[in-house]
C-alpha cells in the first residue's frame, strides 16, 4: 500500500531516513572527491575530465539537498556533519595525488557505490510503501549508473 510521508511508522521513518542519510554521507564525500579530482587532474585527458568532474561535483551538490530534505520531509533528522558523513560513507575520501587513470577508477568506484546504496535505500522504501522516497531513489541510481559508465568509458 502507498504511504505519504506522514503516514509511515515510526520505525519505517527511522529505518528510511538512515538509509537516505547514508546515501546523503557517500554523496557529500563523492561531491568533494570529484571537486579534488577536478581541481588536481592533469594530462592528455585534462580538459574532458575536468569537465566531467565539474558536472559530476555539481550534480552530486544538488543530490545532497535532495536527499536532505526527503529526510526532513519524513520528520527525520538529516545528517549535517562532515565528521559523521566521513564516519558513515563506504566512498572515502583521496588526497588528489592520483593519475588521471586513478582519478577516474576511483570516481567510477564511488558511483557505483552510490548506485548500489540507492538501490537498496529504495528497496527498503518500497518495502514500506514509501513511492516517493523508492522514486527519489531509484532516479538518484540511475544518475550515478550513468555517470560510473561515463567513467568506465574512459578506461576501456
Given at each position: 500500500?502507498?504511504?505519504?510521508?506522514?503516514?509511515?511508522?515510526?520505525?519505517?521513518?527511522t529505518q528510511i531516513a538512515d538509509a537516505l542519510n547514508q546515501s546523503v554521507a557517500e554523496t557529500a564525500?563523492?561531491?568533494?572527491?570529484?571537486?579534488?579530482?577536478?581541481?588536481?587532474?592533469?594530462?592528455?585527458?585534462?580538459?574532458?575530465?575536468?569537465?566531467?568532474?565539474?558536472?559530476?561535483?555539481?550534480?552530486h551538490f544538488i543530490a545532497q539537498d535532495d536527499l536532505a530534505e526527503r529526510v526532513r520531509a519524513i520528520?527525520?533528522?538529516?545528517?549535517?556533519?562532515?565528521?559523521?558523513?566521513?564516519?558513515?560513507?563506504?566512498?572515502?575520501?583521496?588526497?588528489?595525488?592520483?593519475?588521471?587513470?586513478?582519478?577516474?577508477?576511483?570516481?567510477?568506484?564511488?558511483q557505483v557505490t552510490l548506485a548500489s546504496t540507492l538501490a537498496g535505500a529504495g528497496e527498503l522504501a518500497?518495502?514500506?510503501?514509501?513511492?516517493?522516497?523508492?522514486?527519489?531513489?531509484?532516479?538518484?541510481?540511475?544518475?550515478?549508473?550513468?555517470?560510473?559508465?561515463?567513467?568506465?568509458?574512459?578506461?576501456?
Open positions: 500500500m502507498t504511504q505519504t510521508a506522514a503516514a509511515l511508522t515510526t520505525d519505517a521513518r564525500v563523492a561531491t568533494m572527491l570529484a571537486q579534488n579530482f577536478h581541481w588536481n587532474v592533469k594530462g592528455m585527458a585534462f580538459g574532458p575530465l575536468h569537465d566531467l568532474f565539474q558536472k559530476i561535483y555539481e550534480d520528520d527525520a533528522h538529516a545528517e549535517g556533519t562532515l565528521a559523521g558523513m566521513l564516519a558513515r560513507s563506504k566512498v572515502t575520501e583521496h588526497d588528489g595525488h592520483a593519475s588521471d587513470q586513478e582519478m577516474i577508477r576511483l570516481m567510477m568506484e564511488a518500497a518495502s514500506h510503501g514509501d513511492t516517493l522516497t523508492e522514486d527519489l531513489c531509484i532516479a538518484r541510481g540511475q544518475t550515478h549508473e550513468k555517470f560510473a559508465w561515463f567513467l568506465r568509458s574512459h578506461l576501456s
